[in-house]
């Protein structure tokens, strides 16, 4: 046992398996088992995914997932009452895959969400959820038939076990599909023909290329100049010595290394690398490339407190967008600018860009970034004391944050939806959407709970 504590206690030995009359006890406080940083991990990957911010999303979502080693707890026997919270915490595992293949799909990673979502479907075939991801990823990364295929193996397993046809999303994306494949020609059938993209898959590695690696890598981390200062590599060679697959690498490498410095604080080393992501992907005329840095740098220069700044990245973004065709960051980039307008008192140009931002979203069957958008909607809407259009939007959110089984956001919509409702004039509905919160945010360990109760005490005084 003194083994045991010392080894837990990284060298000295650990207080947490204090001796009792009966033997030991584990004693493990908050935040020190697996399980609740899974859960924390996985609720800020859906909270980046709803707030349009999929690289982050990939990040805290792999880093939940990897904690997982098979099936929890499996094999021994489980009282039924922890036999059941044991499936509970599986499903969260399942729908925290299905978020990390939105958000690999949304960050251009499609070969990857197909794997997961080949593995999700292969274990859980009735999930829905998991069906309509493996077709989006095959479908944007150009395999139109192997996602018509998908559609047809989900219905036929579907209507077998459950003797139900696939969900509105599934026939939505079928129809989509089969809306945007190629004609056949005479006698013959065209070829597949897959979306266009500026850029080849990301190489996984290369081959006699250790120096110049190793020289791009080491740029990474430097700023001669100092904090804030952009360094600029210049990649040059004849055609085909793989110029083409070494940027893109560095481009996203700068991207993710940005992303760390925001979480950390050092906003000037983020900005650095954000310039130089930029720099690179401008280079090889990667419209979706810098525009998806832009998007990083709205939320870098939003946390810096440099809205108009947020703006200006913003419109460029969506201009990049446009420019390439991404429907998807197109909707996620006038949802962001409505968010920032709103914050800032502009609320008429705040629904304005939401507004468009839905209608994307709706015509794409994009249930997440519809919820998303609407609570942004409610938030405008709210502050123009136009309460009813408020109250619709927010109880659209909260039922689209249940469908996803989001149930973070869905607390954090019925707040506001508490907000509206008292605003109008409507005290007994407030409270009641109130005590919704708070059972949400209880069942996620979430000390929101108590801020939601504090409202409710306030709500009851004279």
């Known amino acids: 046992m003194r083994g045991l504590r010392i080894s837990l206690g990284d060298g000295a030995p650990w207080d947490g398996i204090p001796r009792t009359p009966g033997g030991y006890l584990l004693r493990v406080g908050p935040g020190q088992r697996d399980v609740d940083l899974f ?96 077709m989006q990823g095959l479908f944007r990364g150009g395999d139109v038939a192997g996602a018509l295929e998908a559609h047809r193996r989900a219905r036929e397993v579907l209507v077998r076990e459950t003797g139900l046809e696939p969900g509105p999303d599934l026939n939505s994306l079928h129809q989509h599909i089969l809306g945007q494949r190629p004609v056949p020609a005479p006698a013959t059938l065209a070829p597949v023909v897959p979306r266009p993209r500026q850029l080849p898959p990301v190489t996984a590695g290369f081959v006699g290329r250790d120096a110049e690696i190793a020289a791009l890598d080491s740029s990474l981390g430097s700023r001669p100049g100092g904090p804030g200062t952009a360094v600029i590599t210049a990649v040059s060679g004849m055609a085909g010595v793989g110029k083409t697959a070494l940027v893109p690498g560095q481009a996203i490498a700068c991207r993710l290394l940005a992303r760390a410095d925001s979480r950390l604080g050092d906003l000037g080393a983020a900005e650095s690398r954000l310039r130089r992501s930029l720099a ?118 909260v039922a689209l944050f249940r469908a996803s089984a989001d149930r973070y956001h869905e607390a954090e919509t019925l707040v506001r939806l508490g907000e509206t409702l008292r605003a109008r004039g409507d005290t007994r509905q407030a409270e009641e959407v109130w005590h919704r919160a708070a059972a949400i945010f209880d069942a996620l360990r979430d000390p929101e709970a108590d801020a939601v109760r504090e409202r409710l005490a306030l709500i009851r005084e004279p």
């Open 280 to 397: 690179l992907y401008a280079d090889l005329g990667d419209a979706t490339g810098q525009a998806q840095t832009l998007h990083n740098y709205i939320e870098l220069c939003y946390m810096a407190g440099r809205p108009a700044e947020a703006l200006r990245h913003g419109d460029e973004a969506l201009r990049l967008y446009r420019l390439s065709g991404n429907r998807d960051g197109e909707a996620r980039t006038l949802n962001a600018i409505g968010w920032l307008h709103a914050t800032e008192g502009d609320y008429e140009q705040a629904i304005d860009s939401c507004s468009q931002a839905l209608e994307r979203q709706r015509h794409a069957g994009d249930r997440n970034g519809q919820a998303a958008t609407l609570d942004s909607l409610g938030f405008a809407y709210h502050h123009l004391a136009r309460h009813d259009h408020a109250v619709a939007s927010y109880e659209e959110a």
């Open 39 to 134: 859960e924390e991990a996985a609720a800020d990957g859906r909270r980046a995914l709803a707030l349009g911010d999929p690289a982050r999303a990939c990040e805290e979502l792999d880093r939940a997932l990897s904690l997982w080693r098979g099936t929890f707890l499996e094999g021994l026997p489980l009282p039924d009452a922890l036999d059941r919270w044991a499936g509970r915490l599986e499903e969260r595992r399942w729908h925290a895959e299905e978020d990390y293949a939105q958000a690999l799909i949304a960050e251009d990673r499609c070969p990857e969400a197909v794997l997961r979502m080949r593995g999700l479907v292969e274990r859980r075939p009735l999930r829905q959820g998991a069906w309509l991801h493996l």
